[in-house]
């Protein structure tokens, strides 16, 4: 039974990638809102109430790490914080709120988990196509996409520094997924994908794929835009 660290699985591909992995591994959310994961009462399944936007993040994790006596085998960085709107209508908070969540709260959250992994441990960071280099963009999304574009670069760097310790480091860039975020940003878009397909690869990935793949950014998209 592996240990798993998921974050931002209060709804979406988060939340079913906690319900899939927590079928047989033990598996530890931090997440804003743990109501539906509480819910379950999964032996298997632990949800914190974290946020990501706040400081010391890396402090709090590990004593959640700590009180849980958990040590991840695998973590998948899945919080994520869309704005879509104007480049030239964002406010500086709301710039800060995206990159707090998506590049400076999944860094902390690496930083509290490094000194408990083992040999073999996989970490997994979400991005997005649009913040993979030569994709097509989506006006709107200049702020949400370049704070994908600093995940992936991250994940390249943080697997070279980790490459000794033999743990792996990757970065999903999903494409479209049926979830309320795209809802939410692109209302009436229909994803190839929904949530539970999505979350499906994804968990087999962090699973398995560490064995062949390191220090790389794989677009997950049907498409090639
Ligand atoms: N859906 C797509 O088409 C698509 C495409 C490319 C990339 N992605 C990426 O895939 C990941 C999952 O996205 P999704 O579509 O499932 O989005 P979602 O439905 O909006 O879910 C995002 C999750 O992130 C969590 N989160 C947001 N802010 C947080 C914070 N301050 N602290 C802790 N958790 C926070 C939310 O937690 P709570 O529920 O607890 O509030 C939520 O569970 C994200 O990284 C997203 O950028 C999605």
């Given at each position: 039974m592996k240990q798993i660290l998921i974050t931002g699985a209060g709804r979406g591909i988060g939340e079913q990638l906690a319900h899939i992995l927590s079928e047989e591994n033990k598996v530890l959310v931090l997440t804003r809102n743990t109501s539906a994961l509480k819910k379950l009462n999964h032996p298997n399944l632990i949800a914190e109430q974290f946020d990501l936007e706040k400081n010391n993040v890396s402090q709090l994790a590990a004593e959640i790490f700590?009180?849980?006596?958990?040590?991840?085998?695998?973590?998948?960085?899945?919080?994520?914080l869309l704005v879509n709107k104007p480049f030239e209508k964002i406010t500086r908070s709301e710039m800060e709120a995206v990159y707090r969540v998506n590049v400076f709260g999944l860094m902390e959250i690496c930083q509290a988990v490094i000194p408990l992994l083992k040999a073999g441990s996989h970490i997994v960071n979400i991005g997005s196509m649009g913040g993979f280099q030569g994709s097509a963009k989506f006006?709107?999304?200049?702020?949400?996409?370049?704070?994908?574009?600093?995940?992936?670069?991250?994940?390249?760097?943080?697997?070279?520094?980790?490459?000794?310790?033999k743990i792996a480091v990757n970065c999903l860039a999903l494409g479209a997924a049926q979830t309320e975020m795209l809802n939410e940003a692109f209302p009436g878009y229909k994803a190839p994908v929904s949530a539970?397909?999505?979350?499906?690869?994804?968990?087999?990935?962090?699973l398995n794929a560490n064995q062949w793949i390191n220090g790389k950014v794989i677009p997950v998209s049907l498409s090639t835009p």
């Open positions: 700590k009180r849980h006596q958990f040590n991840p085998d695998i973590v998948i960085n899945n919080a994520g006006s709107g999304l200049s702020v949400y996409s370049s704070s994908k574009a600093a995940v992936a670069s991250f994940s390249e760097c943080l697997a070279e520094e980790l490459k000794d310790k539970n397909e999505m979350a499906a690869f994804i968990s087999d990935f962090s």
